[in-house]
């Protein structure tokens, strides 16, 4: 089994940075599709960033596009999500999952198809 664990949320103001990151634990898909989504109250999940473990691909949500990168470590099991000129719409849960299979363009946003979740991070930016 595969185990994820987020870290990095907080408050800030609008405009500022915060750097998200995720430990993975156990078992992990050597060649899969890593993806980052948030959540905020009363809307549904959303894809975020996906970046493919077994290369360099990755992929953005255009909300997100010149403002978030998304990069990994596996030699330490790691997965990051750097977020500068954050705006109050970021403001959500976010959570970082594993996929059993490449990224794709559909694949990587696809909430449904990720086996594994970690608990999520708060992130609140303030105007």
Request: hydrophobic fraction near 35%; charged fraction near 15%.
């Amino acid at each position: 089994q595969v185990q994820l664990a987020e870290s990095g949320g907080g408050s800030v103001q609008a405009g500022g940075s915060l750097r998200l990151s995720c430990a993975a634990s156990g078992w992990i898909y050597s060649s899969g599709c890593m993806g980052w989504f948030r959540q905020a109250p009363g809307k549904e999940r959303e894809g975020v960033a996906g970046i493919y473990r077994g290369g360099s691909a990755t992929y953005l949500a255009d909300s997100v596009k010149g403002r978030f990168t998304i990069s990994q470590d596996n030699t330490k099991n790691l997965l990051f999500l750097q977020m500068n000129s954050l705006k109050p719409e970021d403001t959500a849960m976010y959570y970082c999952a594993a996929l059993d299979r490449a990224c794709s363009i559909v694949l990587w946003r696809s909430a449904s198809h990720y086996k594994n979740w970690g608990q999520g991070t708060q992130v609140t930016v303030s105007s």
